[in-house]
């Protein structure tokens, strides 16, 4: 399986919601990211966890909150964010002793904050 | 910082032509460069990588080249398929670094 899968695919809420965004991979990689991609941009990194463990917060709003609950899986809870936010979140991962090599990205969720 | 420009944009070729990329970075200390192909609706997938003890690496149709002194590397493709089409993204950071810098992207046309 070298597949990264996002959950869900769109997501559409409002400024005083709570949602989260789910991202899992099944290759045994120990290094995953967030990253946020507006329209005709590349990607920026959010976060970066290795081991499991927070290693880069890239300054992102607290109303980002990210958690990796264990080795396969990633999440990013968002809470009172702004229309501005509005973008499309990649999850990625990569073996941990390359960090930013080889990344395998999933395909997305894209948000639209109204 | 490190810093990627990328040029073209955008570029239009008819299938069959050959096409070129190119990037420009910053940071001499950087020594990894990867590509990056990203379709309508899919996220980011690696094409091709080079590191800086390497002048050219090639996989079928995709090539990379890297001029360390310049500080430039550069995507060609030959023989293009409709299927090339999408946005190309490159890349440059220090081995075994969590940050990857992202050049601003180009959108590759091929046209039957």
């Known amino acids: 399986d070298t597949e990264v899968t996002q959950t869900p695919k769109h997501l559409v809420m409002g400024m005083t919601n709570k949602k989260s965004l789910k991202c899992e991979q099944h290759?045994?990689?120990?290094?995953m990211y967030w990253y946020k991609q507006k329209a005709k941009k590349p990607p920026e990194l959010m976060f970066v966890y290795s081991y499991e463990k927070l290693s880069i917060n890239e300054s992102v709003p607290s109303r980002f909150s990210p958690e990796c609950p264990n080795s396969s899986l990633l999440n990013l809870h968002l809470h009172a964010l702004q229309p501005e936010d509005s973008a499309l979140y990649l999850c990625?991962?990569?073996?941990?002793?390359?960090?930013?090599?080889?990344?395998?990205f999933g395909s997305g969720t894209q948000l639209s904050v109204l | 910082g490190e810093n990627v420009e990328q040029h073209p944009s955008t570029l239009s070729v008819q299938e069959g032509d050959s096409a070129v990329i190119k990037c420009t970075y910053s940071d001499s200390a950087s020594n990894y460069f990867p590509w990056y192909k990203q379709e309508l609706g899919k996220g980011p997938q690696l094409i091709i990588d080079?590191?800086?003890?390497?002048g050219e690496k090639k996989d079928q149709r995709i090539a990379v080249t890297l001029n360390k002194t310049a500080k430039h590397f550069s995507l060609h493709i030959t023989e293009t398929q409709p299927e090339d089409s999408a946005v190309y993204f490159c890349?440059?950071?220090?081995?075994?670094?969590?940050?990857?810098?992202f050049g601003t992207g180009t959108r590759l046309q091929v046209f039957p």
């Open positions: 290759m045994g990689h120990r290094a």
């Open positions: 080079i590191r800086s003890n390497v």
């Open positions: 990625a991962s990569s073996q941990s002793g390359t960090k930013n090599e080889k990344l395998f």
């Open positions: 890349a440059a950071s220090r081995y075994n670094t969590d940050k990857l810098i």
